[in-house]
């Protein structure tokens, strides 16, 4: 989850990641940083997010957003 | 290329499954609700070619805002669209600029308009003052004006002024009147989450140099406290540098975030 972390701070160094667990309901991503780490995991993990088929709440946390990336790795 | 309007969404999904791929060159950030709202409103259109593909957007200042998805930098596509088009690219700050969609975008006769950075602040011991909000919706109207004639039309701060009893019911727009009641400045707020945007700000060019911006960021500090907010949002143009240091002494700080964007007339 760390390289997640990672990707995630690279795109947006000022939100406490480890601690913010509502995001989306919070209006802290914005759908331009939702389409940007879905670029970005796409390119890191190798996975890929569709974005017709996006459920706002996966992004809500990192520990969401993880549970995606594995799900899909499957 | 004519634009043909998009009636179901089954059909932009099939646009962006047609599209997407590794490597495209992408400004869309349209989520599937949008998309919805925009479709069943007639507002979104489409236009593509063998490996390029452009949505259009009309937005009530009468310019169309365009998404594009660029599989082939060297096929140079031109809309047939009677309003103004314009494109927004988003990038960050830390990857420097998006140089080959801007190069793109301009041998396709667009001309870059202006940059915008984001910045925010947490909100916490800020000093705030008691909010004073447009006195009547004439007020509101006055407010619409002088945000239209200073901001740019073509980057989605226009207002139109049917919005002026709304922004007036819902209490967005921070003021400051002179003692004769003559309205100087105003700031309007808006809400998403416990985020608290300064949509837009600015001074009647007759009373600047007077601490007006000071004081209507002291009262947008205290409006988010009372909206129990736990930060603060903004966009600002990168070469208003008078702007963004005051805004970086309530605590804004630059998010990586930036946009560019280009028009075609």
């Known amino acids: 989850m760390e390289q997640l972390l990672n990707l995630l701070k690279e795109i947006r160094p000022d939100v406490d990641f480890e601690n913010e667990k509502e995001l989306i309901d919070d209006g802290i991503l914005d759908s331009m940083d939702v389409v940007s780490i879905i670029s970005s995991i796409d390119d890191e993990f190798n996975v890929q997010i569709r974005i017709t088929e996006l459920d706002p709440d996966n992004f809500n946390s990192i520990e969401n957003l993880w549970a995606l990336i594995e799900s899909l790795k499957k | ?265």
């Open chain 2, 1 to 265: 290329m004519k634009p043909q309007k998009i009636n179901d969404l089954q059909d932009y999904d099939a646009l962006i499954e047609r599209y997407s791929g590794k490597g495209t060159f992408s400004n869309n950030y349209m989520l599937p609700g949008e998309v919805s709202e925009l479709i069943s409103q007639r507002l979104l259109s489409v236009c593509h070619d063998e490996n390029n593909c452009w949505f259009l957007v009309e937005k009530p200042s009468g310019v169309s805002r365009v998404y594009y998805l660029i599989n082939d930098l060297k096929k140079i596509s031109l809309i047939e669209c009677e309003s103004p088009l314009v494109s927004e690219i988003l990038f960050r700050g830390n990857s420097g600029s998006p140089s080959a969609e801007i190069d793109y975008l301009e041998r396709c006769g667009f001309k870059k308009n202006l940059q915008r950075d984001q910045y925010a602040a947490i909100l916490s011991t800020q000093e705030g003052c008691d909010p004073v909000f447009a006195r009547s919706t004439d007020d509101s109207i006055i407010v619409i004006e002088l945000f239209n004639s200073s901001f740019d039309k073509y980057s989605g701060d226009f207002i139109p002024q049917v919005e002026a009893q709304a922004l007036y019911d819902s209490k967005s727009l921070l003021c400051c009147y002179s003692e004769d009641g003559t309205l100087q400045a105003s700031l309007q707020i808006s809400f998403a989450g416990r985020n608290a945007w300064i949509s837009h700000l600015v001074v009647d060019p007759k009373y600047r140099g007077l601490g007006l911006s000071d004081k209507l960021m002291k009262m947008f500090v205290m409006e988010a406290k009372n909206h129990k907010c736990k930060r603060l949002m903004l966009w600002v143009q990168t070469q208003n540098e008078i702007a963004v240091s005051l805004y970086k002494k309530y605590g804004f700080a630059y998010t990586n975030k930036s946009t560019i964007s280009l028009i075609k007339e």
